[in-house]
């Protein structure tokens, strides 16, 4: 992971900063979901979701319209729909997706309280 790190800081615009970062699969539905490992960063003024072999891609928090937060024994995701298009993230196990979701929550709806998880 530390050649996603290295990708990732050098695309950081200059006032840019990580607020959380996860080690995660990133799955976008296209007709089925297809998974890819990488790094998620939420900074300041956006997502970034560096693959493991060294493509980018961004997200802005404005286009966010929904997002969902699910616990189960296999493991914990967040579901994310960002205008047409749906993804769902899953943790990297040790990783901590609270404090990732935190930051979605803050920057997204700030005003809007999630229930813990189960």
């Known amino acids: 992971m ?18 959380s970062l996860v080690c995660c699969s990133l ?19 956006r997502i970034l979701f560096v693959e493991s072999h060294g493509s980018a891609e961004e997200y802005s928090y404005e ?4 997002f969902m937060k699910e616990e189960s024994a ?3 995701k967040l579901f994310v729909r960002y205008g047409d298009v749906l993804a769902r993230v899953t943790y990297a196990e040790g990783e901590n997706p609270e404090a990732f ?6 920057k997204i709806c700030p005003s809007i309280v999630f229930p813990a998880s189960s």
């Open 101 to 106: 979701t935190a930051v979605l929550q803050q």
């Open 74 to 76: 296999s493991g914990y």
């Open 63 to 66: 286009k966010i319209t929904y």
């Open 27 to 45: 799955e976008v539905f296209h007709k089925r979901f297809i998974p890819r490992s990488g790094l998620l960063a939420a900074t300041n003024s």
């Open 2 to 19: 530390e050649a996603e790190k290295r990708h990732l800081k050098a695309i950081l615009m200059p006032d840019e900063m990580i607020l």
